[in-house]
């Protein structure tokens, strides 16, 4: 007998620029940091030709979405301008359109110019891990560049947020600030919205292993649910690993996240989350 989806329905599709994405089925998003100081390194190359060749393996191995990101959001990273973000990312997102043109590219940023500049040349998606806090024009920017959003949620900034996080109920609070995000981003006019909790945003790793145990909870909002575990320090710490040791626990986890209702991992190793994604498939469905 099968494994029975009891789960709260959710949106299945993301429309951006007259094309749709089908979530029907979760999918992979992949991780293009062309940043020189992100946690995990292994096999970096921020040349054009380097973020080719690595989009092309996870476009290869099954990631449907490629999120570009030009400034370190790991806990204590040193912010960059503007200028210097928008430097980073616009010949990126440029030569993934035109090498990849059927790509779904997402700009992993939380100021409204670099939006603003990355779907101009040719970024399908924004992901603000701000949810628009740290830049008040990004929820009217998107609701005028007519891509979908991704908001997460994030206690304190990426320089403060683990000092000493602090929650009474980390799921519900969680919920009721990304319910809240959603309401804002369909007043501004934004159509597509999915939520991410922001595993290791402002959290302990007490409050992260109980928000991926919550995690169905976050679909009363109708929204899909993205989950960034790939690597964490939730999974190094508890299991006393580093990043690059940190595969065979973030695969655990995958599992346990489409369990609980997730309609996309943002992951660094897209062929795992991939093969993952499949076996939840046959789980749903299989009646062997």
């Not at 476009?59 to 503007?82: C, K, Q």
């Not at 359109?97 to 992993?108: E, T």
């Not at 990304?178 to 790793?205: H, M, N, W, Y």
Request: hydrophobic share 45%; aromatic share 4%; proline share 5%.
């Amino acid at each position: 007998m099968g494994f029975k989806n009891t789960l709260l329905p959710v949106q299945t599709s993301l429309q951006s620029r007259g094309r749709l994405l089908d979530l029907s089925r979760p999918v992979v998003m992949g991780i293009l940091n062309v940043t020189p100081d992100s946690f995990y390194t292994r096999g970096k190359n921020n040349s054009i030709p380097g973020m080719l060749h690595q989009a092309e393996q996870m476009l290869s191995e099954g990631a449907a979405i490629l999120d570009v990101g030009g400034a370190s959001t790991r806990p204590g990273a040193v912010p960059v301008s503007v200028t210097e973000e928008t430097d980073r990312v616009v010949p990126v997102v440029e030569a993934l359109r035109k090498q990849f043109p059927d790509a779904w590219i997402s700009i992993d940023t939380y100021h409204a110019r670099v939006a603003r500049a990355a779907v101009a040349a040719g970024a399908s998606i924004v992901n603000d891990i701000s949810a628009g806090r740290l830049d008040h024009e990004m929820l009217s920017a998107v609701a005028a560049l007519k891509v979908p959003y991704i908001a997460m949620h994030m206690q304190g900034t990426p320089q403060t947020m683990q000092d000493n996080p602090q929650y009474n109920d980390v799921v519900q609070e969680v919920l009721q600030y990304l319910s809240e995000v959603c309401q804002a981003a369909a007043q501004a006019g934004i159509r597509d919205v999915i939520i991410d909790p922001g595993f290791g945003f402002g959290k302990t790793d007490a409050h992260n292993f109980a928000l991926l145990r919550g995690l169905h909870t976050l679909r009363i909002t109708g929204r899909p649910v993205l989950t960034g575990i790939s690597r964490k320090s939730m999974i190094c710490r508890t299991l006393g690993v580093t990043p690059e040791a940190a595969l065979n626990g973030t695969t655990a986890l995958h599992m346990a996240a489409l369990l609980q209702g997730a309609s996309i991992l943002r992951v660094h190793d897209v062929k795992e989350a991939a093969e993952v994604i499949r076996l939840f498939g046959y789980l749903q469905n299989s009646d062997g």
